[in-house]
């Protein structure tokens, strides 16, 4: 069950959803064809003004929204409430030509280390399921949170360290029916990395993490791996 914390709206809870999409934007597809759509979608984020590249959309989740909140809540993520004035907007990640839909964030330590998970409802169905299209970052952060005011935050350049903590993560709290590898992001190799829009480097194996996620707990061994790509990420990501 969900209970309101009074003044506290997480910034998932202001989008109407419902309305985001018509009828003649949806994509159904089912299981064979879902890796072939995975395919058109962009490789990254962009800046406000869609004129600057971001970093890569490294995950992609399948479920219902209220199931989505359910298991990651139980994976220790936090929810989050930005104020959507002109720096928010100015300085998110763009898709679908809107910020975030939804934003979480999961401490890795007792610095300001942590994970950040921006997820967007896209207009694909698979099966009948929504599917939301994400980007996990892990920001390295600072020994104090002052720090990062006056000297920014960084940024692990390592895009895959992010996205195989969070298929761990997921996996680890009982809300992973099935996940897959697909190579239809952009690979950057470690030699040659790319600046986003935020000046900040990064590389990927170009491997997108796609996870069928449950509300309710679903046993350790009883997650299965679909072997759509075994050459990206797949044998990093399920350790």
Known sequence: ???????????????????????SDLIDTNMEGFEEVLGTLPCCTTNRNG???GQ???????????????????????????KKDDIYLNNSDYLYGRPPDATFRKSRGRTTERNELS????????????????????????????????????????????RNYLLQNLWYSQSLLAFAFTGTGL?????????????SPFFTDGGRLVMWISGDPVALNNARDLLWNTKTGSQGGSD
Do not use: C
């Open 1 to 23: 069950f969900f209970i309101k914390v009074p003044g506290f709206v997480p910034d998932h809870a202001e989008v109407n959803f419902a309305g985001l999409y018509i009828d």
């Open 51 to 53: 004129d600057g590249q």
């Open 56 to 82: 890569p959309l490294n995950v992609v989740l399948v479920g219902e929204g209220r199931m989505i909140l359910r298991a990651l809540l139980r994976g220790g993520w936090s929810e989050n409430a930005y």
């Open 119 to 162: 997820l967007w409802l896209s207009p694909i169905r698979v099966d009948g399921e929504p599917v939301w299209v994400g980007q996990v970052k892990h920001a390295i952060g600072r020994k104090y949170q002052i720090s990062e005011v006056f000297f920014g935050t960084s940024m692990d350049p390592d895009t895959n360290d992010g």
């Open 187 to 199: 690979e950057v190799p470690v030699e040659s990395p790319l600046i986003g829009f935020r000046g």
